[in-house]
C-alpha cells in the first residue's frame, strides 16, 4: 500500500495559479501511475491529469490542458499539479491517487481548492 498526503490547496483568484503536491510513502516502486482527482461539490470525481511513474508520460483532462502540468520527482516521492489560469470551474476537493495495477489503487485525502471569481 502506498500511504499519499496532498498540500498546497487554498484560495485563490480567477487567473491565479496554485501548486499541489503530493506525498507518497516509500514503495512506489510497484505503482504504474501517479494521478490527480478533483471532485466539485454535487459533482462525481474526475480525472485531471495522469503521469507514469517509471517514464513520466503525461495524459490531460481536455478541461486543463495547456494549463495544469502534473510531474513527478521519483527521488522525493513526490508528485505535482501545478495549476495556472485557474477558474471558478476549477474549485473541488483534490485529491492524488496512485495506481498499482492489480495490487490496488490508493487515495489521499484531498486539498480543497477554491476559485473566487
Known amino acids: 500500500q502506498v500511504q499519499l498526503v496532498e498540500s498546497g490547496g487554498g484560495l485563490v483568484q480567477a487567473g491565479g495559479s496554485l501548486r499541489l503536491s503530493c506525498a507518497a510513502s516509500p514503495g512506489t516502486f510497484s505503482t504504474y501511475y501517479m494521478r490527480w482527482f478533483r471532485q466539485a461539490p454535487g459533482k462525481e470525481r474526475e480525472l485531471v491529469a495522469t503521469?507514469?511513474?517509471?517514464?513520466?508520460?503525461?495524459t490531460y483532462a481536455d478541461s486543463v490542458k495547456d494549463r495544469f502540468t502534473i510531474a513527478r520527482d521519483k527521488a522525493k516521492n513526490m508528485v505535482y499539479l501545478q495549476m495556472n489560469s485557474l477558474n471558478p470551474e476549477d474549485t473541488g476537493v483534490y485529491y492524488c491517487?496512485?495506481?498499482?495495477?492489480?495490487?490496488?489503487?490508493?487515495w489521499g485525502q484531498g486539498t480543497q481548492v477554491t476559485v473566487s471569481s
Open positions: 503521469i507514469t511513474w517509471s517514464g513520466g508520460s503525461t
Open positions: 491517487n496512485a495506481d498499482r495495477g492489480s495490487l490496488g489503487s490508493d
